[in-house]
């Protein structure tokens, strides 16, 4: 039986970073592939995973929960057909984990493949912000998952994290849970995550939750300095694209490519030392998309 491992997490927790950390983690000789869900338009995760090596098989512009439930499916249905060991799925930030029951009641996808593990990223920063603003999706992330891996916790304090785990632990009490800085988890750790006994239970849920997010996502050739770059995700913090949740992307800057990621109002840049391709994505509510592509264009 192939393995079906889930890492989930809301808009911006942090689930690429652990999907990278669990595939460096895992055993070589592991026939594995990814599956990349992304809500908007351009898919930058799955740059960042190719370039690294990763088989990735891609669904974009939609959430598996609806819009893309068919052709994640039928992707599904391919791989099983193939030598693999294990599938890894990152699903986007908005998909409801008790959705994913619905798939598996397909006979050619259940006696073939079954769910081995379910990690959700929580976002330590934005955690009381999420779980009060999108109480659906997060909630429903939170209560099916067998392991709950707390991200960004170097940025609060020990009583912060704990007051964290209380609130995750009421929620979902049987979810391993782990707190500690992301750069002191070892490979023991990781490896915990999907290949200890899931504990997790997935009920088939009557709730649908809506949502009026936006995306934008394009590719661009425009050579984007770091300043400028600075400018414009200065100007997402004050509204002036909108309510933008999450933005990330790869630019060149001239001399070199630049990596950002944007959370609700927090942003990092980085310098991306392999991928070398112009590529964004946003999404939130009501972006004013003319000035945003203007800004990348």
Request: proline share 1%; glycine share 8%; charged share 25%.
């Amino acid at each position: 039986m192939i393995k079906f491992d889930i890492v989930s997490g809301f808009l911006g927790a942090g689930k690429t970073t652990l999907v990278k950390r669990i595939l460096h983690s895992l055993d070589t000789c592991e026939k594995i592939v990814l599956i990349e869900n992304d809500f908007g338009e351009a898919n930058v995760d799955r740059e960042i995973l190719e370039i690294e090596g990763f088989e990735v098989y891609e669904l974009s512009n939609g959430c598996i929960c609806c819009k893309l439930k068919g052709d994640f499916l039928l992707t599904l249905k391919h791989l099983l057909s193939q030598e693999i060991d294990r599938i890894i799925f990152e699903p986007s930030g908005i998909f409801v984990l008790g959705e994913i029951l619905d798939i598996f009641k397909d006979i050619e996808i259940s006696s073939k493949c079954f769910i081995n593990s379910i990690t959700t990223v929580v976002d330590a920063q934005n955690f009381t912000k999420h779980i009060q603003g999108y109480s659906g999706f997060y909630k429903s992330q939170i209560l099916h998952a067998s392991s709950l891996v707390i991200s960004k916790a170097q940025f609060l304090d020990d009583n912060e994290i704990l007051l964290i785990e209380q609130g995750l632990k009421t929620l979902n009490e049987t979810a391993h849970i782990i707190s500690k800085d992301w750069a002191k988890l070892s490979n023991q750790d990781i490896k915990i995550l999907i290949n200890g006994k899931s504990n997790c239970i997935l009920q088939a849920s009557k709730e649908v939750f809506d949502h009026d997010f936006d995306s934008l996502g394009l590719s661009t050739s425009r050579i984007v300095s770091l300043e400028q770059l600075k400018r414009i995700l200065a100007t997402c913090k004050t509204g002036g694209f909108g309510d933008v949740i999450r933005g990330k992307g790869i630019l060149c800057s001239g001399t070199h490519y630049l990596e950002f990621n944007y959370v609700d109002g927090q942003y990092s840049i980085m310098e991306s030392p392999d991928v070398e391709i112009g590529i964004v994505s946003f999404i939130g509510n009501n972006l004013r998309k003319e000035e945003l592509t203007a800004a990348f264009k």
